[in-house]
Each structure stands twice: as structure tokens, then as C-alpha cells.
């Protein structure tokens, strides 16, 4: 396959966001339905079947119950010089206030991966429908991927435990598993919600972390009665969390620390002096050094808790994510498109963000980018958010992902041969999984 024009190119592209726009009602119907049936992390089975569906449909090759719920397909282009990555993220958040929680789980779309999902069963329709994969010099990677959101750390690690995952993320397992292995680079795009007039943000970075589980054990005793005779947990976690907050002025800014413990278990009956006491935590930062330091010191202080009343801690870490880099080439093929979509003024170039994605982890490895589009309102992981344009949310992601991914690959895949070769990632896999698995320590 020789080497492509720009209007070569631009045919190609106009063909697929055609083609995307054609299936608009019926991918935000996806959307539509998966944000109204919210699940967690390692449980997203439902929306796994209705991304293996649509698939199906499409005539698509695909392996499911990949990390539990996991979902792959390649499209084949007309040479395989190098592998793309479109990925989406299956679970949502646990939000029971949410007006469109599960009654039964809790579990909220508050996060926009339901129209993540939306926008990569678009993708599919595109390239399947403009019959443009033999005019690629790559492949393309489709990839519903699970548990980005880490919460439920202690199911997690009891999945673990009984050797059904060996990472509590989802990215992280595919790579553990091997699935990222034929891939060379990935892109993907998170919700974003309009701020004045900014539709579309590209590059930026945000911050890694590490988990911690934490279970205070005193000894029960009755709480009227004979007080005297226990050790009361709950007393030794209040003052464990008092020494992480007395540790906060030794952090520096420039590191955007962030610890937000939370207690989920404080004993079992008010009468009873409590003698098991759980919680969990994040330690984020900018740099992985950074929040191994603060790591310490919140360790630190969790045991000092339990000193101070004679009780008994137990910290289990537990790898987190690390932190999100941006590629810049495939920065700038996806703002030039952002540009054409949607305008000028409404794109916008990122900072650092201070939350965490196991993105971050895939980024470490191999190149890759996470824009946000607009599409959402409200408060991301609060009951008060809610979708304001399905539209922009889920088919123009889809189409700006498309025309990324044919910039990249159109002819000899020339764009993604250059940056794949001269890419220094920061770890290998073999590297990377060597670091994570040296961390898990109780």
C-alpha cells in the first residue's frame, strides 16, 4: 500500500463521520440504555452483552469475559504495520442518591463511561459501515474494558485473593493478561462537562496513586457495663485519621497530594465497644515519588492510632493507578479534528488534573491520549449529574476518535509508525508489572 494525500485521507475520514452520523439515534440509544442500567466494576455484565451484540451485528470477531467482563475485537486493515487501541470503560460509580442509581447496588453513571461505551459501538459502526479498514495500514483494537473506577476495594481484593483478577483495574488486568501485548498505542475519550463555551479538552496529565485498605482490631467489650475491659477500634481510626490530617501542611503543592480516607465499618452495635473497624483510602499525586513519600507518612500515622489505645492495625497496600501522560502527536491529529467538529474556540488545551485513571498506566507503556468532550452537567460523581447533550456526548466523540484513528493509520499507518518508533515509554511491561507486583504487601 503506498503512501496517502490529505485529500485521500480527508475522503476516508468524511466517509466514516458520515457513516457515524447516520447511526447517531441508534448510539445514543446505547448510551441512553446503559446509563440507566448502572453497574460496578468486575460486575458490568449486562453492558458487555450489549457491546458483544452490537459487535455480533456488525459481523465483528470478538472474545468476551476478558477480566471477567472484559470485551476485544480487531479490525483487520488492508496491512498490520501497527495496532490501535479505541477503548471504552463498561462500570460506573457507587451513587445511591443518584436519580438513576440501581435501587439494588447503589451503582450510578455519574462518571460518563456509559457514553464512552456509546461512542466506541460508533467507531465500529463507522469503520465497519464505510467499508475504509482495507485502506488502512493498521489495525484497529476495539476494547470495552472494566473497573476503571476503583472502588470496592475490599471485593476486589477478595477477587484477588481467589485469583480471579491480580489487579483491582481494569487496564491493569488487560495488561497483566497479556491483551495489551499486540497493541502499540491507545486513545480513548472521558465525559467532560461545558465550561465557557470549551467543548473538547486535549493533552494534559493527572495524577497517580496507591490504595490502602486499613482494619483496625481492639477487642469488644460492653459499652455500658464494662467499658474499661476493651479496646475500642474506632477510637484508634479517629486518631489514625487525625495524624494523616496533621501531616497535610508537610505536603507540597506542587505534588497535588491528595489522601480522602473514609471508614466503611465502625463497629457492629452501639452497645458494644467496637473492636473491628474498616477503611479504605487514596494517596494520589503528580509523581509516583511524591505519593510513595506521603504513603509513609499516612502509614505513619494509622499506626500511631492504634499505639495510642493499644489497639492492632493492618494496612494492606494495594497498587493504584499511575500517573496519565498525552502523546503529543496524537494530542494535536486529535485537536486538528476537535477544531473541524466543533470549532476553534470551543477546543481547549488541558492542565493537570488531580483525579486518577488507570489510563495513566497504559500511557507509562506504550503512547496514548485522553481528551475529554462536553456533554454532561452537573457534578461528575454526585447525584447531581446528568446528561445535556447525547448528541456531542456520544456521536461526536465517536466521530473525533474515528478520524484520529484514521489520521493515524490511513495508507502505511505512516503517522503511527513514527511516533510508536520514537516513543520512550517509562516503563516496559515486564518492568511496570515487576514495579506494581512488589507493592502488594500487607
Known amino acids: 500500500m503506498a503512501s496517502i494525500t490529505d485529500a485521500e485521507r480527508s475522503v476516508l475520514k468524511q466517509k466514516v463521520l458520515e457513516a457515524i452520523e447516520r447511526r447517531s439515534e441508534e448510539i445514543i440509544a446505547i448510551g441512553d440504555d446503559i446509563f440507566a442500567h448502572p453497574e460496578l466494576g468486575y460486575k458490568e455484565f449486562r453492558t458487555a452483552e450489549i457491546v458483544q451484540r452490537h459487535f455480533a451485528q456488525l459481523g465483528i470477531p470478538y472474545r468476551g469475559g476478558i477480566g471477567i467482563t472484559g470485551v476485544k475485537s480487531v479490525l483487520g486493515g488492508g496491512k498490520s504495520n501497527v495496532r490501535l ?12 442518591e443518584h436519580p438513576h442509581a440501581d435501587p439494588q447496588t447503589g451503582a450510578a453513571h455519574s462518571c460518563g463511561h456509559h457514553g464512552q461505551i456509546a461512542a466506541l459501538v460508533g467507531v465500529a459502526m463507522g469503520l465497519v459501515d464505510a467499508g475504509v479498514m482495507p485502506s488502512l495500514g493498521g489495525d484497529i483494537v476495539l476494547i470495552a474494558v472494566p473497573a476503571e473506577e476503583y472502588v470496592e476495594i475490599e471485593y476486589r481484593a477478595k477477587l484477588r485473593r481467589e485469583g480471579k483478577i491480580s489487579f483491582l483495574g481494569g487496564k491493569q488486568e488487560f495488561i497483566a493478561l497479556g491483551e495489551m501485548d499486540d497493541v502499540d498505542l491507545a486513545m480513548m475519550v472521558h465525559m467532560g462537562a461545558e465550561q465557557d463555551g470549551k467543548k473538547v479538552v486535549t493533552g494534559g496529565s493527572s495524577n497517580g496513586f496507591v490504595g490502602k485498605f486499613i482494619r483496625y482490631k481492639g477487642k469488644e467489650a460492653h459499652a455500658g457495663g464494662a467499658p474499661h475491659d476493651g479496646i475500642n477500634a474506632l477510637n484508634a481510626a479517629m486518631l489514625g485519621l487525625m495524624g494523616i490530617h496533621a501531616n497535610r501542611e508537610t505536603l507540597k503543592d506542587d505534588d497535588t497530594i491528595r489522601i480522602h480516607p473514609i471508614v466503611t465499618r465502625g463497629g457492629d452495635l452501639v452497645n458494644i465497644i467496637p ?17 510513595l513519600d506521603a504513603s509513609r507518612k499516612v502509614n505513619r500515622a494509622l499506626r500511631a492510632g492504634a499505639m495510642a489505645v493499644g489497639a492492632e492495625v493492618e494496612i494492606e497496600e494495594i497498587p493504584g493507578y499511575m500517573p496519565q501522560l498525552s502523546e503529543q502527536r496524537m494530542t494535536e491529529l486529535f485537536r486538528a479534528n476537535a477544531v473541524v467538529e466543533v470549532g476553534e474556540d470551543a ?3 488541558g492542565g493537570h488534573g488531580t483525579g486518577s485513571t488507570d489510563m495513566g498506566d497504559l500511557t507509562q507503556i506504550m503512547p496514548g491520549i485522553q481528551p475529554s468532550v462536553a456533554g454532561a452537567g452537573g457534578i461528575f460523581h454526585s447525584k447531581s449529574f446528568t446528561m445535556v447533550d447525547q448528541h456531542l456526548a456520544y456521536v461526536v ?5 474515528a478520524a484520529t484513528a484514521i489520521d493515524l493509520l490511513a495508507g502505511d499507518a505512516a503517522e503511527a509508525q513514527a511516533l510508536v518508533k520514537t516513543y520512550r515509554p517509562n516503563f516496559t ?13 500487607e
Open 347 to 349: 477546543v481547549k488545551e
Open 429 to 441: 511491561k515486564d518492568a511496570y508489572l515487576s514495579m506494581w507486583e512488589s507493592f502488594f504487601s
Open 275 to 291: 473492636a473491628d473497624v474498616r477503611m479504605e483510602t487514596y494517596v494520589r499525586g503528580k509523581r509516583m515519588e511524591a505519593v
Open 397 to 401: 466523540q465517536a466521530k473525533l476518535l
Open 85 to 96: 487501541a479505541v477503548m471504552g470503560e463498561l462500570d460506573s460509580v457507587l451513587c445511591p
